[in-house]
């Protein structure tokens, strides 16, 4: 491992991963340059388009038991949230393979217990890196309930519930009309919500981003706008990280680039099965009618967020890959779930946002040195990436910097594939 020799350390990626890793890096005294080919906080890099959702108590993953038999007919069924541009079949398929072997109960109970080292804090985690910064005035304390028709379909979700209990988190469960006492603007027919206390939100996760990036700025971090197109390595270990503007010496690299990391990640001999989990996001801009905090509508899989600039609505599973534009069947799904869940929600008019969770087919992010290279892996945090952000660059510039880690790394080790 190269920690502890640092003279310059490139973070590439200027997602809420990268971002987070450059201030923990400058605040450890590491001379750092951020590149990013668009601007940080920009509609591109899913750090934008999120649910904004602190979601400490996400760890369940989206591969479960049964998912195999299941997926078929969630497939065909035009009112559930996961979908395929069926000419990427092809593509997708050596990696679906691979996601879809995790789909049993013992994968799944490892895989959770992987993610919620880097979750459960997540609000503390937020508020260590936020402290003293202008991005403080984006974070929201808040709870964030997930919102069922019935008794009987939470119970139905009892092995997700099982493996947030097995984390530490225990819901309070409101039925009936205690449950339109806590939102008054969830529809009639949605007569059960459990609620998660203690977690919190981003009202814009684009701004946050920008916000954090300036502060990595202030504190001494460069920025170079440009791609990146390879490394050169010396024995093995990186020296130079090349650019479209120039070339950038190096004493250790963090790369977190989000779902775009597979190319860069193969030039240092590293094959990691990443896929795009295309997602989608409206928001009801001057809304009326919207909930007070963040609701998981668990019929139609979205996260509605009450954002600076709107009722923001979150959520669905598209595979398709990158290149693909927005298809228009998952857009209509979110717009009548969203229809469905809050009537009485009117708004002055709407924005639609594709982007990609970068999905490794484990579910479990990569955190940490790729070989001795030198160059720190920071990417893959599919549906949790805003969540276990900030701590997974905290980590990274601990490691970088030959800081003792609490944390047991090795559920995220890069080399395991
Ligand atoms: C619909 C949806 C809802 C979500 N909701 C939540 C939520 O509520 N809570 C949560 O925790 N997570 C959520 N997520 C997941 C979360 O948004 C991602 O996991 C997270 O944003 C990933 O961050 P990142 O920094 O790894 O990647 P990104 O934000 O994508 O950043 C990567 C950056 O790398 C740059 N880059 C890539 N390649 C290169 C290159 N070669 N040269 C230079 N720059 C490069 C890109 O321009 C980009 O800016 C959601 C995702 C989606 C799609």
């Known amino acids: 491992m190269s920690g502890g020799n640092t003279s310059h350390v490139v973070v590439i990626g200027a997602g809420i991963v990268g971002v987070s890793s450059a201030i923990w890096l400058r605040r450890a005294g590491v001379e750092v340059t951020i590149v990013d080919r668009v601007e940080p906080g920009g509609p591109t890099s899913t750090s934008y388009g999120n649910a904004g959702v602190l979601a400490s108590c996400s760890v369940a993953p989206v ?12 497939l065909l069924d035009p009112n559930f949230p996961l979908f395929l541009r069926w000419s990427y079949l092809p593509r997708l398929t050596p990696w679906l393979l691979k996601y879809l072997s995790h789909a049993n109960d013992g994968e799944t109970r490892r895989i959770s217990q992987g993610l919620a080292p880097i979750t459960f804090d997540s609000t ?30 939470f119970e139905a979700d009892h092995y997700t519930w099982m493996l947030r209990r097995k984390a530490g988190f225990e819901p309070e469960l409101l039925e009936g009309e205690a449950v339109r006492d806590f939102e008054p603007n969830l529809a009639s027919d949605l007569n059960f919500l ?14 946050y981003v920008a916000a954090l990036s300036l502060e990595a700025k202030k504190l001494g971090a460069k920025f170079l706008k440009a791609e990146v197109k390879d490394f050169d390595l010396t024995d093995g270990h990186v020296t130079t990280v090349v650019t479209s503007q120039e070339k950038l010496a190096c004493s250790q690299v963090v790369l977190a680039t989000g779902v775009w990391s597979g190319s860069l990640a193969k ?5 990691v099965p990443l896929e795009s989990e295309r997602g989608y996001h409206i928001v009801f ?16 899989k979205f996260v509605a967020t009450p954002m600076k ?11 398709g890959g990158l290149e693909a534009p927005a298809s228009k069947a998952p857009l209509d799904l979110l717009r009548r779930k969203v229809k469905e869940s809050f009537p009485k929600l009117t708004f ?13 087919s484990d579910s479990l992010p990569l955190i940490g040195e790729i070989g001795n290279s030198g160059v720190y892996a920071g990417f ?9 952000g900030p701590k997974t660059g905290r980590i990274l510039a601990g490691l970088i910097s030959g800081q003792r880690q609490n944390t047991d790394l090795s559920a995220y080790n890069p080399m395991r594939f």
């Not at 508020?127 to 069922?148: H, P």
């Not at 600039?309 to 669905?316: E, K, P, Q, S, Y």
């Not at 945090?381 to 969540?387: C, E, V």
């Open 194 to 207: 459990a609620v998660m206390h203690d977690h919190g939100y981003v009202r814009d996760p684009g701004k």
């Open 63 to 74: 591969t479960s038991p049964g998912m195999v038999q299941k997926s078929p007919k969630m």
């Open 348 to 360: 002055d008019r709407e924005e639609s946002w594709l982007g990609h969770r970068p999905a490794p």
């Open 309 to 319: 600039d709107g009722l923001r609505c979150a959520g669905v599973v598209e595979f």
């Open 267 to 271: 030039k240092l001999g590293l094959t």
């Open 285 to 300: 801009r001057s809304p009326q009618g919207a909930p007070t905090s963040p609701v998981m509508v668990t019929t139609g």
């Open 124 to 153: 503390d985690q937020h508020a260590a890196l936020i402290k003293g910064t202008d991005a403080e005035d984006w974070m929201v304390s808040s709870d964030y309930s997930f919102v069922y028709p019935s008794r009987d379909a």
């Open 380 to 388: 893959g945090h599919h549906h949790i990436g805003l969540t276990a």
